[in-house]
């Protein structure tokens, strides 16, 4: 909500022409997801209700400026959220943060319990760490073999990344919205 409000000031000082909205899908359906974005919409625009996901709305703000605004959810397979994504994009192999569905059963034998959120997330962090990092990446672990090293790890390691997985074809196709 504090995002779209800022965003409708934005929209009354600049040109804005389009907008997106990227949120996690996470355990819900994409129409509850909807449910989320419309009501905060509602609160902040004059607009219409979005209907689906990788379409565009017209949206007014207080002054009259208007813009477009799609929305994406990002997920695998209909849940989960960036890890998933990247978890199921992966290009290398993965030997040390594939172990962690062993220990995994581990914990839930013990009678602990991982969502898989946080599964995912730890995969994503493992697979980073020990299944992409050189012998001289490993010296500066922390920025450039973790996620708080993402914008690097982006920029400089796009080959652990499977960038024509059949899992990113929604996300492209909302990119191309804003070509």
């Not at 007014?60 to 929305?71: F, P, Q, R």
Request: charged share 30%.
């Amino acid at each position: 909500m504090t995002t779209l409000k800022a965003l409708e000031a934005d929209l009354q000082k600049r040109d804005i022409e389009k907008i997106g909205i990227i949120l996690d899908i996470d355990n819900y359906s994409e129409p509850e997801r909807l449910e989320l974005v419309n009501k905060c919409i509602k609160e902040v625009f004059e607009s219409e209700t979005l209907l689906s996901t990788k379409q565009f709305i017209d949206i007014c703000a207080d002054n009259g400026t208007n813009a477009k605004l799609a929305c994406y959810f990002t997920n695998a397979e209909g849940k989960g959220e960036l890890e998933t994504l990247l978890k199921a994009i992966k290009a290398r192999e993965s030997p040390h943060a594939d172990c962690l569905n062993s220990w995994k059963t581990c914990i839930e034998s013990q009678g602990k319990q991982i969502n898989q959120k946080g599964f995912d997330k730890f995969w994503v962090s493992i697979y980073l760490r020990y299944d992409t990092c050189s012998d001289k990446e490993e010296k500066q672990a922390g920025r450039k073999c973790s996620m708080s090293g993402f914008d690097y790890v982006m920029e400089q390691k796009k080959d652990i990344w499977d960038w024509n997985n059949p899992a990113l074809d929604d996300l492209k196709e909302f990119f191309k919205l804003f070509c």
